[in-house]
């Protein structure tokens, strides 16, 4: 059993906390949002009334939206880094730029704390089921140390790198996954177009050559899978707002890495003009209807 301060108890925080607790851990929880807090209380956790007073824990663990807040959390006033115990193990979850990532952890380094950046696949599904994978980054000594938390939440735990490994894997992902939701959205556009019928394109595609996640396990044409948000109306697992943010974040690594990301870049152009629409609360998936000119 470990002590830990959880912060950041949204739709991925909040079922990772459950998990904690039902694997034995015992869990100070904070989130700005009371009706948050309030529903981790409900599953077991104990209600910290501030970032330092849920970051006393011998882990602390950290799930917030983007860069600003986690940068805010760890080095603000009255943020983790000064109110954690010498030695404590910092995990940032969040999905966040590689900058704020590496300078929180060289920060945390320098206040005599390990830190690993743990972004996270596999949606609130895979929150909820205790399957995520984590992309960790940081020494193998912290590595290690997570490790046994981290499984708690998580069935693929894997250690990337040196700091910010985890984030640059991440990004990396989020790429290819946006670029094959948008190419899939197309080939079912085009394949009504010239009069194939979906299922049957499903069926051969899923074992052909074009085989995808974003086809076989979330397909964005309506009917094929039950399971997928596309057959619900697209009630977001990860919303568009947040392909889009994950797409800027690619943006801005690639520019600074001096790496070419054309398809990247449009990918993200797509899903501004998606969201700007309207439909950023959406599943990312719903970028098929833009295509095939729905909405
Ligand atoms: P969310 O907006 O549902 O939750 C974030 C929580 O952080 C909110 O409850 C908010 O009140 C809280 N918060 C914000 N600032 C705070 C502060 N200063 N102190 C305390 N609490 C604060 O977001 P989410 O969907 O849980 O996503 C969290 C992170 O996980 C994001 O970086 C996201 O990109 C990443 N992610 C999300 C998914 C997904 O499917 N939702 C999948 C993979 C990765």
């Not at 599904?125 to 981290?150: C, D, Y």
């Not at 600074?256 to 599943?283: K, M, N, P, V």
Request: proline share 4%.
């Amino acid at each position: 059993m470990t002590e830990i301060g959880f912060i950041g108890l949204g739709n991925m925080g909040g079922p990772m906390v459950r998990n904690l607790i039902g694997a034995g851990h015992a869990v100070t929880a904070y989130d700005l949002a009371p009706g948050k807090l309030a529903a981790a209380v409900g599953d077991g956790a104990r209600a910290a009334a501030s970032v330092a007073e849920a970051a006393a824990g011998e882990a602390v663990i950290t799930m917030l939206p983007a860069g600003p807040e986690v940068r805010a959390v760890f080095t603000g006033d009255g943020g983790v880094l000064h109110a954690a115990r010498p030695g404590a193990l910092l995990i940032d979850c969040s999905t966040i730029d590689l900058d704020t990532a590496r300078a929180v952890a060289r920060a945390a380094a320098e206040a005599g704390h390990e830190m690993l950046d743990a972004p996270v696949s596999g949606g609130m599904a895979g929150a909820e089921a205790g399957t995520l994978t984590f992309m960790v980054g940081g020494t193998e000594a912290a590595f290690a140390r997570a490790r046994p938390i981290l499984e708690a939440m998580g069935r693929t735990i894997i250690h990337a790198g040196a700091a910010g490994a985890g984030q640059a894997v991440k990004m990396c992902n989020q790429l290819m996954l946006a670029v094959s939701m948008i190419g899939v959205g197309e080939a079912f556009t085009l394949a009504r177009k010239v009069g194939l019928d979906p299922a049957v394109m499903y069926d051969v595609c899923s074992t052909a050559t074009s085989r995808s996640w974003a086809l076989t396990d979330y397909c964005p044409e309506p009917g094929i899978l039950e399971t997928a948000p596309s057959s619900r109306g697209y009630p977001a697992g990860f919303t568009a707002a947040m392909m889009l943010k994950d797409l800027r974040l690619v943006r801005a690594a690639a520019e600074g890495a001096g790496a070419d990301a054309e398809l990247a870049a449009h990918a993200a152009q797509l899903y501004e003009r998606y969201c700007a629409a309207g439909h950023g609360a959406s599943d990312f998936s719903g970028i098929i209807r833009m295509i095939k000119g729905e909405v």
